[in-house]
C-alpha cells in the first residue's frame, strides 16, 4: 500500500518517538535498578565495624597486642581508639562513622606500619589484617 509522503513521515516519526521514548524509559529503569541495588549494599554494610587479625612475621596470630585506631578528620583529630587482641589475634572496633582513618598494632616492643584507610561511605564495614615484624 502507498501512502502519501505526508502520512508517511508522520508514520516514521510516530515510531522513531516510540523508539526514543523506550530507550528513555529503559535508561531510567536502569537507573533505578542501579540505586535500588547500590542502597540495598550499603544498608547491608553500614554497621560501622572495623575488624581485623593481627600476626606476626610467619603469619600466626599475635595475643594481646594493642590496636589504636585514628579518626582522620578535617575538623581536628578525634582522639585515637584502642583495643586489645584476643588469643586468636582477632579484634574489633563497633560503630564506627568514619571515613578515613589510620590504624596500627603494637605488642611488646614491636609495631606494625601504620596503615590508612579511606571508605566510600560513612560507616562502611572494613576488615584490616596487620603484620607485626
Known amino acids: 500500500m502507498n501512502l502519501p509522503p505526508l502520512l508517511k513521515l508522520a508514520a516514521e516519526t510516530v515510531s522513531v518517538r516510540r523508539f526514543l521514548i523506550n530507550r528513555f ?5 536502569v537507573v533505578l ?3 535500588v541495588a547500590a542502597q540495598g549494599y550499603v544498608a547491608a554494610n553500614n554497621d560501622g565495624y572495623v ?3 593481627v600476626v606476626d612475621g610467619d603469619g600466626d596470630p599475635v595475643a594481646n597486642a594493642n590496636v589504636t585506631l585514628s579518626p582522620q578528620t578535617i575538623a581536628g583529630v578525634p582522639d585515637p581508639q584502642s ?4 588469643e586468636n589475634g582477632a579484634f574489633e572496633f563497633r560503630d564506627q562513622s568514619l571515613l578515613e582513618f589510620t590504624i596500627r598494632a603494637e605488642h611488646e616492643e614491636s609495631e606494625s606500619e601504620t596503615n590508612r584507610y579511606h571508605l566510600y561511605f560513612k560507616g562502611q564495614n572494613k576488615e584490616v589484617n596487620l603484620v607485626i615484624e
Open 25 to 29: 524509559t529503559i535508561l531510567i529503569a
Open 33 to 35: 535498578v542501579a540505586s
Open 51 to 53: 575488624t581485623g587479625q
Open 83 to 86: 583495643t586489645t587482641t584476643d
